[in-house]
């Protein structure tokens, strides 16, 4: 089973464009990580963040987490044809030792 | 530094025949998972093994699925027998102790099953 849902499940933009992805969840959580997974390969981390933190940056990155919506964004900033890949977020459910990963956004940039 | 190895990268069998994935985590980490992940969906959780002994195992299908990790390093994943439903791509990823600073999993290439 999956815990979280990203949205939109593809995106398209151009290149220098912004592009945005939301994941929602069902249960409480100890934090949320960010990971982007290039066509054929594994699965790399972004980002992370707290059940405590509302807001984290990380060069052209930036997520949010509202922790009352169950809801996280991540906003990629001015775009990059090599951005183009699969981006999933994953939640550590509170009192688990475990990530539950959502179904991903596909986004593709295009030059 | 290494990062996680898997082999094989690519597997092509008949139904009812065994498989077995190899994964060699980064040094020092501790916790090692595998998961499976199938077309268009994100990864699902089999097992996850603290050093040498699997914490969690809930996900893994124990009739035909099985796991193991000697000495708290390397780990091999059996398939027997395989159905058409395993086709999938097999992930291993690993991380320091549980509770670490980061939290930040290291996955590898994945092993990628093809049952016909």
């Known amino acids: 089973s999956q815990q979280g849902e990203e949205d939109p499940q593809a995106l398209s933009i151009q290149e220098g464009e912004n592009a945005t992805m939301n994941c929602s969840y069902k249960?409480?959580?100890?934090?949320l990580q960010w990971y982007r997974q290039n066509s054929g390969r594994g699965l790399v981390h972004l980002i992370l963040i707290r059940s405590n933190e509302r807001e984290k940056h990380s060069g052209r990155l930036r997520v949010t987490l509202d922790t009352s919506k169950k809801s996280s964004s991540l906003l990629i900033t001015a775009s990059r044809a090599a951005d183009t890949a699969s981006y999933f977020c994953?939640?550590?459910?509170?009192?688990?030792?475990?990530?539950?990963f959502g179904t991903g956004t596909r986004l593709k940039v295009l030059a | 530094e290494a990062g996680v190895v898997q082999s094989p990268r690519y597997k092509i069998i008949e139904k009812k025949q065994p498989v077995a994935f190899w994964c060699n985590p980064i040094s020092g980490h501790n916790t090692l998972y595998w998961y499976l992940q199938n077309l268009g969906q994100g990864p699902e959780l089999l097992i996850r093994y603290e050093n040498e002994e699997a914490v969690d195992d809930s996900q893994l299908p124990k009739d035909r699925f099985s796991a193991e990790r000697l000495k708290g390093v390397d780990s091999t994943l059996k398939i027997q027998p395989a159905e058409l439903g395993d086709s999938a791509v097999y992930l291993c990823a690993s991380s320091l102790e549980w509770g670490s600073n980061t939290g930040e999993l290291f996955f590898g290439e994945g092993s990628r099953l093809t049952v016909l």
């Open positions: 994953a939640t550590s459910p509170s009192g688990t030792y475990k990530y539950i």
């Open positions: 249960t409480s959580i100890n934090n």
